[in-house]
């Protein structure tokens, strides 16, 4: 199935070749790439307005994703026709986390790698509002990342590290 790249914004440039394959492997790697995903990069005001509607936060964030199907932490979804194959949407907030890279010194493009990995795992289910469900996401991201870094000579680590 496909990986459907969009860039909203145009503040940030963005590789999206490699970001799109960096999506496949990783969509791989938790076992879902029978499975349609939307990624879209946008813009500071286009993450606060989805942030706003839908968390409730009147700031601009680095990943919010929206799920087509309610699962069970880690498990895939039961579609029962073809046009239910798709994990959802994950929206990353590339200027956000440009901005973010500029005042610590990361490499933007594997900081927006790992940001697309967060919101994988957010697609499955997975959450980080309490420890057990942090340490849980943490483990997921680990794995599919580890998968990545063996394919690609990368040495990405998960977003959450250190939040509890």
Known sequence: ??????????????????L???????????GASRF?????????????RLNGAYRHCLAPTDVLSFPF?????????????RGEYNLGDIFLGVE???????????D???????????????????????KPEWEQMYQKEAQILEELNCLTGSR????TAGLF
Request: with cysteine.
């Open 1 to 18: 199935m496909s990986v459907a790249l969009r860039n909203a914004q145009r503040s940030v440039p963005v590789r999206r070749a490699p």
């Open 20 to 30: 799109r394959r960096a999506v496949c492997a990783l969509r791989a790697a938790l």
């Open 36 to 48: 349609d995903v939307g990624v879209v990069c946008a813009s500071n005001a286009l993450m606060q």
């Open 69 to 81: 199907h309610q699962v069970v932490v880690g498990e895939l979804p039961q579609p029962c026709c």
């Open 96 to 106: 956000y986390i440009h901005q973010q890279c500029r005042e610590t010194g990361e």
């Open 108 to 130: 933007f493009d594997d900081v927006l790698t790992v940001t697309a990995a967060h919101g994988l795992c957010h697609l499955l289910g997975y959450r980080h509002d309490t």
């Open 156 to 159: 990405l680590r998960p977003l």
